[in-house]
Structure formats: structure tokens, C-alpha cells
């Protein structure tokens, strides 16, 4: 009898073991299957924002198409592109963007050129491009000394110009080399101007001050700026391209003064009392416009709570169809 009892009591201690495990497990289960059914979610929303901020791209392709159209090529910020804060809304989330004229910034990629065969026979020596010439003004213009400003200039142009050969305030290969993480100067062109921050001289704080002043267009080497895109704030690019023969004061009077929908002719912006009697070169000239090719997307979609940001730069080709040179997932400054 006694040994029954026992029996009976050590079976029901080994099922109730079996009871236990087996919920254990069920839990274990359950909380994967929460975990598996929740990441398919958040997958299934970043891919539907990804697919949103892809439709975005292509609602900017129009605009700017349409735009362009509209003013026989003509780029000015009273156009649909320049509306700031664009929000529409979609099933589940929302789709923000915005878009920037890259003619209105100094585009990097301008300083891997090398100075004219006139320009060298001119200095008689070394001579900077007139592109970093215009890039030396600018950094002189947020009041950085001339020596900093020349160094800084000297080592971006090492740094894109195809050539391994130093300039006399500039930085090659061996100088990159020796530093605490080594690598090599890029010598080619860059994609964005994030890429700045490798360069020797250009640390965080001064990114940051430049970053709204300058850009990277992607396999394009020409600098020139849209006088009817370019923004008070940003007067010292004007000061710049104009190599310090206008005060910045005077920069952001004239572009405070522009016309609404800015000027119909780039005489028009040469005839204005601020640069009317100023002694430029007609190269100098040739670097102001009143038309882009280039612009900047930046584009974001919301589902739920996944978010999806994506940077692209287009270009103008034939008709005025925008087509899509890099695209960048995440966003960056």
C-alpha cells in the first residue's frame, strides 16, 4: 500500500514536471512568435516607406520638370520646387521632402581643376585654379585668417585633384599616411560633401560652419553659382565667387534686394549699384547664372513608427527630364 502511494506520488511529480516544461516552452514560443510577427511588421513598414520616399523622387522629377517648363529653364525660389515644409499625407504615415538648387552652393568637386595655361603664364609660378581662388575668398569671408584660409584650400585641392603632387601649403599621401588611423588622399572627385571631414584642416567645428555653404556634385568639376537661388544667410559664398571685391554686407543687401521671382537676365544682376562699378574678369562673369542643372532631393516617409530617408541628386537632361545621378538611403548632413 505504502509503496502504491509512492508510486502514485512520484507519477504525478513526473507529470506535473511534464507540465511545466512543456509551458515553459509554450511561453518561449509564443514570445518568439511575438518577436518574429513584430520584425515582419517593421519590415513590412520600412518597405512601404522606402516604396513612399521612391514616390517622392518621382513627384520632385515632375515638379522640376514642370517648372523648368514653365521658365524656359530659369531657376528661381518663388517656383513650386522651393516651397518649404512639404507634407502630404498617405495611408499610415506621411511623405515629407525638400529640395535644394546645388548651383547655389560651392561645389567641392570645382577645386580638382588645375589653373589655365594663361593663368600659370600669368603667376609666373604657382597658381591657384579661379575656382579655388573663389573657395580661398569664401573661407576669408567667414573670417578665417588668409594663411588658414590658403592651407585649407591647398589641401582640398591635393585631396580631389587627380595628381599625387603637393602643393606648397597642401597635403599628399605620405601626410595622410602618418596619421593615427593612415589612409591615402581620395585624388578624384567626391560624391558628398560629408567627405570633407577627411580632409586635413577640416575638423568638426568647421564642417559644420561650411556645411550649408558647400556641396558635391557628383561627376561634375564646374563652379558656378544661381544668383536667384542663393539665400542671405549664405552671402559669403557671393563674397567669395566675386574673390572679396564686395563687402558682405553689400552680398546680402543685393540678394535681400532681388526681385521676387529673382532677375529675368543675368545682365540684369550685373547692372545692380552693388557690383555695377566692381572690376571683374570676364571669367569671373561666366561663373554667375540664373539657371541650375542640379539639384538636391531630400526626401522622407513615415509608416507607423518606421521611417525611411532618402537623399538624391538629379540632373537636368533633354527636355528638361530629370534624371537621378546618386541616391544616398538614411539622410546625411
Given at each position: 500500500?505504502?509503496?502504491?502511494?509512492?508510486?502514485r506520488?512520484?507519477?504525478?511529480?513526473?507529470?506535473?514536471?511534464v507540465?511545466?516544461?512543456?509551458?515553459?516552452l509554450?511561453?518561449?514560443?509564443?514570445?518568439?512568435?511575438?518577436?518574429?510577427?513584430?520584425?515582419?511588421?517593421?519590415?513590412?513598414?520600412?518597405?512601404?516607406?522606402y516604396?513612399?520616399?521612391?514616390?517622392?523622387?518621382?513627384?520632385a522629377?515632375?515638379v522640376?520638370?514642370?517648372?523648368?517648363?514653365?521658365?524656359?529653364?530659369?531657376?528661381?525660389?518663388?517656383?513650386y520646387?522651393?516651397?518649404?515644409?512639404?507634407?502630404?499625407?498617405?495611408?499610415?504615415?506621411?511623405?515629407?521632402?525638400?529640395i535644394?538648387?546645388m548651383?547655389?552652393?560651392?561645389?567641392?568637386?570645382?577645386?580638382?581643376?588645375?589653373?589655365?595655361?594663361?593663368?600659370?603664364?600669368?603667376?609666373?609660378?604657382?597658381?591657384?585654379?579661379?575656382?579655388?581662388?573663389?573657395?580661398q575668398?569664401?573661407?576669408?569671408?567667414?573670417?578665417i585668417?588668409?594663411y588658414?584660409?590658403?592651407?585649407?584650400?591647398?589641401?582640398?585641392?591635393?585631396?580631389?585633384?587627380?595628381?599625387?603632387?603637393?602643393?606648397?601649403?597642401?597635403?599628399?599621401?605620405?601626410?595622410?599616411?602618418?596619421?593615427?588611423v593612415?589612409?591615402?588622399?581620395?585624388?578624384?572627385?567626391m560624391?558628398?560633401?560629408?567627405?570633407?571631414?577627411?580632409v586635413?584642416?577640416?575638423?568638426?567645428?568647421?564642417?559644420?560652419?561650411?556645411q550649408?555653404?558647400?556641396?558635391?556634385?557628383?561627376?561634375?568639376?564646374?563652379?558656378?553659382?544661381n544668383?536667384?537661388?542663393i539665400?542671405?544667410?549664405?552671402?559669403?559664398?557671393?563674397?567669395?565667387?566675386?574673390?572679396?571685391?564686395?563687402?558682405?554686407?553689400?552680398?546680402?543687401?543685393?540678394?535681400?534686394?532681388?526681385?521676387?521671382?529673382?532677375?529675368?537676365?543675368?545682365?540684369?544682376?550685373?547692372?545692380?549699384?552693388?557690383?555695377?562699378?566692381?572690376?571683374?574678369?570676364?571669367?569671373?562673369?561666366s561663373?554667375?547664372?540664373?539657371?541650375?542643372?542640379?539639384?538636391?532631393?531630400?526626401?522622407?516617409?513615415?509608416?507607423?513608427?518606421s521611417?525611411f530617408?532618402?537623399?538624391?541628386?538629379?540632373?537636368?537632361?533633354?527636355?528638361?527630364?530629370?534624371?537621378?545621378?546618386?541616391?544616398?538611403?538614411?539622410g546625411?548632413?
Open positions: 500500500m505504502v509503496t502504491a502511494r509512492k508510486q506520488g512520484m507519477a504525478l511529480l513526473v507529470v506535473m514536471m507540465v511545466a516544461i512543456i509551458a515553459a509554450a511561453v518561449k514560443i509564443s514570445g518568439r512568435t511575438q518577436v518574429a510577427l513584430q520584425r515582419t511588421l517593421n519590415l513590412a513598414q520600412y518597405d512601404q516607406a516604396w513612399y520616399a521612391m514616390s517622392a523622387e518621382e513627384l522629377k515632375k522640376l520638370k514642370q517648372d523648368l517648363d514653365d521658365s524656359e529653364g530659369r531657376v528661381h525660389l518663388q517656383q520646387w522651393a516651397s518649404p515644409n512639404i507634407v502630404f499625407p498617405v495611408d499610415d504615415g506621411q511623405i515629407a521632402g525638400q535644394t538648387d548651383r547655389s552652393c560651392f561645389n567641392l568637386n570645382a577645386l580638382s581643376v588645375k589653373p589655365t595655361e594663361q593663368e600659370q603664364q600669368q603667376a609666373q609660378g604657382f597658381t591657384l585654379s579661379l575656382a579655388a581662388k573663389q573657395y575668398a569664401m573661407l576669408e569671408a567667414l573670417e585668417d588668409s588658414g584660409a590658403e592651407r585649407l584650400t591647398h589641401t582640398l585641392v591635393d585631396y580631389v585633384d587627380s595628381d599625387t603632387e603637393m602643393s606648397p601649403y597642401g597635403a599628399e599621401d605620405a601626410d595622410y599616411e602618418s596619421r593615427k593612415p589612409y591615402r588622399a581620395a585624388n578624384t572627385l560624391n558628398h560633401r560629408s567627405e570633407l571631414r577627411a586635413i584642416g577640416y575638423n568638426q567645428a568647421l564642417y559644420q560652419r561650411l550649408d555653404l558647400v556641396c558635391a556634385i557628383p561627376g561634375e568639376d564646374s563652379q558656378v553659382l544668383v536667384n537661388t539665400k542671405p544667410e549664405n552671402a559669403e559664398l557671393m563674397v567669395g565667387m566675386l574673390q572679396g571685391e564686395i563687402s558682405l554686407s553689400d552680398a546680402q543687401s543685393l540678394i535681400n534686394q532681388r526681385p521676387a521671382s529673382g532677375w529675368e537676365k543675368i545682365e540684369e544682376f550685373w547692372e545692380e549699384s552693388a557690383v555695377r562699378s566692381l572690376t571683374v574678369s570676364d571669367s569671373i562673369k561663373s554667375f547664372v540664373i539657371t541650375s542643372s542640379y539639384f538636391d532631393v531630400q526626401s522622407a516617409a513615415k509608416v507607423d513608427e521611417i530617408r532618402l537623399s538624391s541628386v538629379m540632373k537636368k537632361g533633354g527636355n528638361n527630364q530629370m534624371q537621378v545621378l546618386t541616391r544616398q538611403f538614411g546625411q548632413r
